[in-house]
């Protein structure tokens, strides 16, 4: 009894801590945690999807993780190939010139062109060319990078198609399409461009001009010159004489200017393919069954 007495008499004696708000709740407030990865569901997904979605979003950010060492790995894997083949740089006509480069030796396998005139033909600046075209023989484009080696500029074709995959290739190495005002968008930005006349079998006779297409040099004041083309498909030996600037005796404007100088290059350009000798010797006779 007097042991319980004294205890109660120091518990009354002893003062009472108080303990403040602000101090209950820095001692109970609870640990910091990663926030959670919050994954969208749709409204009626059920616990399992749920719970395979939650499992599912850490796997994605290992593999986020993943992906930048092995991008550095394909960089430094691809770097000698970048070197032999570097990345194009195309102009803005879609010219690329690297890709011309690389297909300079094919072309040369195919083509051994010979080029007669190149000196007529402006340095700098526009003009525009009309030769005559073979069937099936790719005449534009032999033409315009046998002329690009020989006066080291672009040289530009129309008449590539507009489909895939064969018009994609052709922009890339000099191709525009038909039309009068591509032809006047490149003219006027200085370029040398390339029309053929329509397509014939035999290959010292040239075809009809497309007045539309030589309009641009009419309304952009450019430099028309006519070339004819000599190809065999049974020989590399190719020929292409330039011819100097073709002039209408008398000024006149509108379609009859246009009409009368595709009348004016078709005869100038017949003329000169009947002045012209083979591919080989220069003599049409010996030539014939080479070109036919």
Do not use: C, Y
């Not at 194009?88 to 690297?98: F, H, Q, S, Y």
């Amino acid at each position: 009894m007097a042991a319980a007495r004294a205890t109660a008499a120091s518990a009354a004696t002893t003062p009472t801590q108080t303990v403040s708000p602000k101090t209950a709740l820095t001692k109970t407030a609870p640990a910091k945690t990663a926030p959670a990865t919050v994954v969208p569901l749709e409204p009626g997904d059920s616990v399992r999807n749920r719970r395979a979605a939650a499992a599912q979003a850490p796997a994605v950010a290992r593999t986020s993780r993943r992906s930048a060492p092995l991008g550095r790995v394909l960089r430094v894997a691809t770097r000698p190939v970048s070197a032999v083949w570097p990345q194009l740089t195309v102009d803005e006509w879609g010219r690329a010139l690297r890709l011309v480069e690389s297909l300079a030796p094919l072309a040369h396998l195919r083509w051994d062109v010979s080029v007669g005139g190149a000196h007529l033909v402006p340095k700098q600046g526009a003009a525009l060319i009309v030769i005559n075209t073979r069937r099936m023989a790719l005449t534009p484009v032999s033409t315009a990078l046998a002329l690009s080696e020989a006066l080291d500029r672009p040289v530009r074709f129309a008449g590539r198609p507009d489909t895939v995959p064969f018009g994609p290739l052709l922009r890339r190495i000099g191709g525009l399409l038909a039309r009068p005002e591509e032809i006047r968008g490149a003219l006027r930005a200085g370029e040398i461009v390339i029309v053929g006349a329509r397509a014939t079998s035999n290959p010292r006779h040239a075809g009809s001009i497309d007045h539309e297409l030589i309009a641009p040099a009419i309304r952009e004041s450019v430099p028309l010159h006519i070339a004819a083309t000599l190809s065999s498909p049974f020989d590399r030996n190719a020929r292409v004489e330039v011819a100097g600037v073709l002039r209408l005796g008398h000024k006149r404007r509108g379609p009859l200017a246009e009409v009368e100088l595709a009348e004016m290059a078709q005869r100038k350009l017949q003329d000169l393919l009947d002045e012209m000798g083979g591919t080989r010797t220069g003599l049409p006779l010996l030539n014939w069954f080479r070109e036919d």
